[in-house]
């Protein structure tokens, strides 16, 4: 069994690995969750294939060299990860997707010029707390689930910044900007 190529189940476990990872990059900010992911779940996953490939290699070395491309598959998973997350590819996609949501989301929040507390599933983006600030923008939160925060979106078309608690905050294209703040963990 330890001689074999992973199958499907090391596979199945790499790519939804992969896809929480790819999820988890998509937010506005990295979450802390995110890296303790990476380390906790890749470190298991990347002790699993090792202890096979060691197997296989003082077993039947013959098993390895010829399904050279299943042993890797999982490397690959990995690679295309990491040049994702590189290139942010996550985030862009899932903004570029929901940009339109969050333009009339946006919209509505500034033209209420109140707090809210509802939550709202808002293009791919859940959101449970916006508020409407000065110069007619918006500043909202990103709550995917398992993970509560303070970062989220400002929608600025004026481009002025609120600077109550938000910690830092990058542009992203035309009148959107990423935020995070301190969430008092």
Do not use: N
């Not at 001689?3 to 499907?8: D, F, L, Q, S, V």
């Not at 399904?67 to 570029?96: H, N, Q, T, Y």
């Not at 969050?102 to 509505?108: E, F, N, P, V, W």
Request: proline fraction near 7%; charge should be neutral; glycine fraction near 8%.
């Amino acid at each position: 069994m330890l001689t074999k190529p992973p199958g499907w189940p090391l596979l199945t476990a790499f790519s939804l690995a992969a896809l929480v990872a790819l999820w988890w990059a998509s937010a506005p900010y990295v979450y802390v969750e995110f890296r303790l992911w990476v380390f906790f779940i890749g470190c298991a996953l990347a002790l699993v294939w090792t202890v096979r490939a060691v197997a296989a290699l003082i077993g039947d070395a013959d098993a390895i060299r010829d399904r050279k491309l299943r042993w890797f598959i999982p490397w690959i998973i990995v690679c295309g990860v990491v040049v994702a997350v590189s290139l942010d590819m996550p985030f862009r996609v899932r903004f570029a997707l929901s940009e339109s949501a969050l333009i009339a989301h946006a919209q509505a929040v500034a033209r209420s010029g109140t707090v809210s507390r509802e939550c709202h599933q808002v293009g791919l983006y859940p959101t449970c707390w916006s508020e409407a600030t000065p110069c007619g923008g918006a500043r909202f939160t990103v709550d995917d689930p398992g993970v509560r925060t303070s970062a989220g979106f400002i929608w600025s078309p004026a481009g002025q910044m609120p600077d109550s608690d938000v910690e830092q905050f990058d542009p992203i294209s035309g009148p959107w900007y990423a935020y995070s703040g301190w969430d008092k963990w």
